[in-house]
């Protein structure tokens, strides 16, 4: 019966620290209105460099170094993860603004299957977005942003057809 008690309570727990980053994610990512100019601009590739933020290849290469210490690492570690949470509050928010320029076309699209697709394109991005921030929360776990830059494409692809060229 402890066990049993003790397993609700650690469920309850995980359920409360992913809805406490949805939501956070969700309110850091406010996104200010859209404009045509912005989103003819807006380039996914943009977000390319928080890819490597976290790339073992770094560490390895400065720790070949003449003078290397190991706790020059770990605070290259530490400002790297600080960039990248910066990087993902903004891809959540161009995110917002991407969404909501497509819920807005959505509207006049004959294609009336885009409202699921831009659902589920919701859902994949911010629980992919869950998943980054908690696996930030532990040092020394790896973390994989592609899965968010996909999400990203998938709505700005949705839109290129009714924007005028760049």
């Given amino acids: 019966m402890g066990t049993l008690i003790v397993a609700t309570l650690a469920g309850l727990f995980v359920m409360a620290v992913v809805l406490a980053l949805i939501r956070r994610s969700i309110r850091m990512a406010a996104a200010p209105g859209v404009d045509p100019r912005w989103l003819t601009e807006f380039s996914v590739e943009s977000?390319?460099?928080?890819?490597?933020?976290?790339?073992?290849?770094?560490?390895?290469?400065?720790?070949?170094?003449?003078?290397?210490?190991?706790?020059?690492?770990?605070?290259?570690?530490?400002?790297?993860?600080?960039?990248?949470?910066?990087?993902?509050?903004?891809?959540?928010?161009?995110?917002?603004?991407?969404?909501?320029?497509?819920?807005?076309l959505a509207v006049y699209a004959p294609d009336t299957n885009i409202a699921s697709t831009l659902l589920s394109s919701y859902v994949t991005f911010w629980w992919g977005m869950v998943q980054v921030r908690a696996r930030l929360l532990v040092p020394g776990v790896s973390v994989d942003v592609a899965g968010l830059l996909v999400s990203v494409s998938s709505v700005r692809q949705r839109l290129a057809p009714v924007l005028p060229a760049a």
């Fill in 47 to 104: 977000y390319g460099p928080m890819t490597r933020l976290l790339n073992e290849e770094d560490y390895r290469f400065l720790a070949s170094q003449k003078g290397y210490e190991p706790g020059l690492a770990k605070k290259l570690r530490r400002e790297r993860r600080i960039v990248l949470k910066m990087y993902l509050s903004s891809l959540g928010s161009d995110f917002n603004r991407l969404h909501r320029a497509a819920r807005v």
